[in-house]
């Protein structure tokens, strides 16, 4: 059993990533959709709106129109698309949010700190979140059925709100809750680079006690957020985290094989 997430960043090739999940059984597929997200909230004159807390993660403010429009793009657009290129390889996919059926539940975050212009700031109305629970016994039922659930944010809180939440966090959180062996966590980039700009200066292995100090030094931006995910993984007890690059032909089994940065 694993869970793996793919990114929504320029240059994935999501045609040969489902060619090669096709291979696989028992998986749970997670997925991003940033890029055409800022494509599409620009085009309607809506760009988003990044934040930074004062913990130094950048993530996307969600007031109630990103979050529709966010809907669009994830549950819509990139989910649908990839439940069709399943179906296409004889995966029987069923594409979900995490509100559906409320497979991933938690609270709403009441205030936020941020950081803006060097300066610290309470931000209140932002439409995001914490997972704290997943609904297991689904997920579960779904895949004792050979259906393969292909979920995506948002998550809804317990007042019944939905709330934003991070792809690769809700993935670690499912991965831990299925009790699963390994989460994948594939980009446009080949794994935790020690410069973002050379795909050559892959780090291959992290030790999980290490990963603080990798995040401070080598991780910027949402690629924090990862190696955050993986830690949340690891201390769930999942056995290893695996990252790796999702531009080319069967990135998944070159992920498993090694090719990425293994976190363990
Ligand atoms: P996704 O949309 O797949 O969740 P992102 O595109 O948000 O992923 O995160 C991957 C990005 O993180 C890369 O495209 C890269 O620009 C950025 N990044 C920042 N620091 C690093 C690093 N040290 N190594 C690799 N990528 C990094």
């Given at each position: 059993m694993f869970v793996i997430k793919v990114g929504g960043s320029q240059g994935i090739d999501y045609d040969a990533f489902v060619r090669d999940l096709a291979q696989y059984r028992d998986y749970v597929l997670v997925h991003g959709?940033?890029?055409?997200?800022?494509?599409?909230a620009t085009k309607l004159g809506k760009p988003p709106v990044f934040i930074t807390s004062v913990s130094g993660f950048t993530s996307r403010y969600?007031?109630?129109?990103?979050?529709?429009?966010?809907?669009m793009v994830y549950a819509g657009k990139m989910n649908k698309m990839l439940v069709e290129k399943l179906q296409q390889v004889g995966v029987n996919a069923i594409g979900l949010t995490g509100m559906?059926?409320?497979i991933l539940e938690g609270r709403q975050k009441e205030a936020l700190k941020i950081i803006e212009n060097g300066r610290k700031k309470i931000l209140r109305g932002d439409l995001s979140g914490i997972i704290e629970r997943v609904n297991t016994p689904l997920l579960r039922l779904l895949l004792d059925h050979g259906y393969t659930p292909v979920l995506t944010p948002p998550a809804i809180s317990y007042e019944g709100v939905a709330i934003n939440v991070d792809g690769d966090r809700c993935a670690a959180q499912i991965a831990v809750a299925l009790?699963?062996?390994?989460?994948v966590i594939l980009s446009n980039v080949p794994g935790l680079l020690r410069n973002p700009q050379d795909f050559h200066s892959l780090i291959e292995r992290i030790a999980r006690d290490q990963i603080e100090e990798f995040i401070q030094t080598y991780a910027r931006g949402?690629?924090?957020?990862?190696?955050?995910?993986a830690k949340e993984a690891l201390d769930g007890g999942v056995k290893e985290v695996l990252l790796g690059g999702a531009r080319g032909e069967a990135p998944l089994?070159?992920?498993l094989q090694g090719m990425g940065t293994r976190i363990l």
């Open positions: 959709g940033s890029s055409p997200l800022e494509e599409i969600t007031d109630r129109e990103t979050l529709e429009i966010f809907n559906d059926g409320r009790r699963a062996e390994r989460l949402s690629m924090k957020k990862k190696l955050l995910s089994t070159k992920t």
